[in-house]
């Protein structure tokens, strides 16, 4: 077992311009410590030792609630999607990265220290191709916060979707759930 880089990131609970495309070519193709430390710094190194060497490779993002995990690991992925992009890719990295609202709705909580918490973790395998172009991924997650379901700790919510299937509840799709607002189901929201 070989540990490589280690990247200590601070959430600032706020947009920075430290993210953007350009930033992102300005680390593409560099060296790890010609550039300041990001996380794009790291995304590039385990790119170029996956086409160096042909071998997976492996960026575990870590830390506590409200940390930015979930920010950062999107980050990364935002990287790969744009330094294996081609002119003729099939989109499938858009796809990837289009699958995290989805995952978080059904996962994601308002807590008392982030509106948006993932109460799940996550293992996301991103597939590539020969040339080093997505082809794919796999979203696995697991240990996910079940009692939440049915118990809110106060000032804290229940899992965005059910909220947004509530605020559905007219469309003609969901009628048949029979679903209420959501302040008339206090057993499944608070």
Request: aromatic share 10%; glycine share 6%.
């Amino acid at each position: 077992l070989v540990v490589g880089i280690i990247l200590v990131a601070i959430n600032p609970y706020k947009q920075l311009p430290i993210y953007g495309d350009a930033i992102i070519h300005a680390y593409s193709g560099q060296n790890m410590g010609d550039m300041d430390p990001h996380i794009f710094a790291v995304a590039e190194e385990a790119y170029k030792q996956m086409a160096r060497n042909n071998k997976n490779q492996s960026i575990i993002v870590s830390g506590e609630s409200g940390a930015g995990k979930t920010v950062s690991a999107r980050y990364t992925m935002r990287y790969f999607a744009t330094v294996s992009k081609s002119s003729s890719n099939a989109h499938v990295e858009d796809k990837v990265l289009a699958s995290n609202p989805i995952t978080e709705a059904v996962g994601n909580a308002k807590t008392t220290r982030n509106d948006n918490s993932s109460r799940f973790g996550k293992y996301t395998e991103i597939s590539f191709d020969q040339s080093y172009q997505i082809i794919g991924a796999n979203m696995r997650t697991y240990l996910l916060e079940k009692s939440r379901v049915v118990f809110q700790s106060e000032n804290e919510r229940n899992y965005h979707i059910f909220y947004q299937l509530c605020a559905s509840a007219m469309q003609p799709e969901f009628k048949h759930l029979k679903l209420g607002k959501s302040q008339e189901n206090n057993l499944l929201f608070i």
